[in-house]
């Protein structure tokens, strides 16, 4: 099983940046991809970014070119850099690993866009 604590939500402004962080439990050298998700109030969850363990990363159209996803293999930490946040971009922003044919899940970290 992979534990994985999400970090780093808050209050932004619009135009503003935030970094979530995403730490696992077990060396994501193993894991064959994680990714970011996101879900609004009354919408279901997207996925918006994703890489995998050769970091070959994929984006979402509506964040391409204002977020970035990236790993730290040695701090078993994959990170989402949000930058140019809109109004839009408000929701619970949930990490995933896959790793042996599961899913896994962190438990969501809120980013809430507003002036």
């Known amino acids: 099983q992979v534990q994985l604590v999400e970090s780093g939500g808050g209050l932004v402004q619009p135009g503003g940046s935030l970094r979530l962080s995403c730490a696992a439990s077990?060396?994501?050298?193993?894991?064959?991809?994680m990714g970011w998700y996101r879900q609004a109030p009354g919408k279901q969850r997207q996925s918006i970014a994703r890489i995998t363990s050769g970091d070959s990363a994929d984006y979402t159209d509506s964040v391409k070119g204002r977020f970035t996803i990236s790993r730290d293999n040695a701090k078993n930490t994959v990170y989402l850099q949000m930058n140019s946040l809109k109004p839009e971009d408000t929701a619970v922003y949930y990490c995933?690993?896959?790793?042996?044919?599961?899913?896994?899940w962190g438990q969501g970290t809120q980013v809430t866009v507003s002036s």
């Open positions: 995933s690993a896959d790793y042996h044919g599961s899913r896994y």
């Open positions: 077990k060396s994501i050298i193993s894991i064959n991809a």
